[in-house]
């Protein structure tokens, strides 16, 4: 696009952000659903900001830099509005519930709706518009078995969370830790260059001294929305549930995430438009890994230093309904993917599946549908069983095991779509 048209694009994304930010100074406080609205809105405008400031940003950053950046930045949003509930848990239990409560709305957004979104879209471009590519389901890379295996190891821990009872200090250092572990791992890839599109890459194209203080202002500007609007919106939708008689744990757990995933999953679709869905699922595959990692490892942290107990964030009875429902639906993610293909089918069942417990949330449908998860990812973990050596190599490969070696070129185990 045009340079007046990127510039024009960003200007309206900080516009809409101002309000959310003089009222914030002025310490004025909103209606319920007005105050939801104004700074719900800001916070979806700092995540347009800050996927372009990171994308952009690619193009002066060395690899691992570029990565840590890219992996923190396109959730910071969720983590803002996430990390408050767990603070303010610290000092008013009331507010434990809502930290789970966005989180796990978050995580099962991104693989029930954002997923299938992509397959659809992918699978149409290729149809309708000549685009290449599957024209019944999207093909990964190689390279993107390291997301998958990282993913499988994380979900693999968080059955053991709800045993425990709490969000413990040790799981901010098992997760953190894989986190950390995922990072280095991606590092020692050789990383294909992605071209940019839309806003990020008519800004990229600037002269170098202008492309960095873009950068710099974008990021600013998207920092000081986020401080400035994350609380308020926390509190604006806890009371506007209570307002609207909403059960104010489902209102958080779903509004939230909407606000600060949409983007995301908008320039993913993007990608997939242009037949190139393998980039859009696989920046909405390492969203789901952060999210399912760094995101929960930040949680204890943010309950103690909230006045909470060392021990960790307390989980109740509904939370870990949430919580196995999640990891559940995680797992059959993880085996749908084993192979680097999702088909249409597959996208379809995610929906489903999603669709019943989020329009019938009782207790009976949550334990029904994360046992319908477990049986699902039981079988096609056992029926795409030969997939595991490679995945397992994709952890911490050596010679011609790396993504993009000679043994990491094939689709799949016997090189078949299933």
Sequence with gaps: MSNRTALLRVGIAVAVAVPAVALRLSGRHLPALVGMAVFGIAVLSAVALLMWASEIARVD????????????????????????????????????????????????????????????????????????????????????????????????????????????????????????????????????????????????????VRRRTTVIVLFVAAAVVVLSAAEPFGKSLVEAGSALGIDEFLLVQWLAPVASEAPEVIVAVAFALRGRADDGLGALLAAKLNQWTLLIACLPLAFYLGGGEFDGLPLDARQTEELYLTTAQTLLGVAILMNLRISRLEAALLFVLFAVQFAIPTQTVRYLVAIAYAALALVLLVHRRRELPALTRAAWPTGDSRPGGPRATGTSGNGQDR
Excluded: C, K
């Excluded at 519930?97 to 397959?119: D, H, Q, S, Y």
């Design 61 to 208: 950053l060395p690899g691992n830099l570029a990565l840590a950046l890219l992996a923190l930045v396109a959730v910071l949003p969720e983590y803002a509005i996430d990390i408050y509930f767990a603070y303010v848990a610290g000092s008013d239990p009331a507010y434990s519930a809502f930290a789970l409560a966005n989180m796990t709305g978050a995580n099962r957004l991104l693989i029930g709706v954002a997923w299938p979104l992509l397959v659809f879209f992918a699978i149409w471009a290729v149809r309708r518009r000549g685009q290449p590519g599957d024209r019944n389901g999207v093909r990964l890379a190689p390279h993107r078995r390291t997301e998958t295996v990282y993913l499988l190891i994380a979900t693999v821990y968080a059955l053991v969370i709800p045993i425990t009872g709490r969000l413990a200090w040790y799981d901010s250092i098992v997760l953190g830790g894989l986190f950390a572990l995922y990072l280095s791992r991606i590092g020692r890839t050789a990383q294909t260059e992605e071209a940019l599109v839309g806003v990020a890459a008519t800004l990229a194209g600037q002269p170098t």
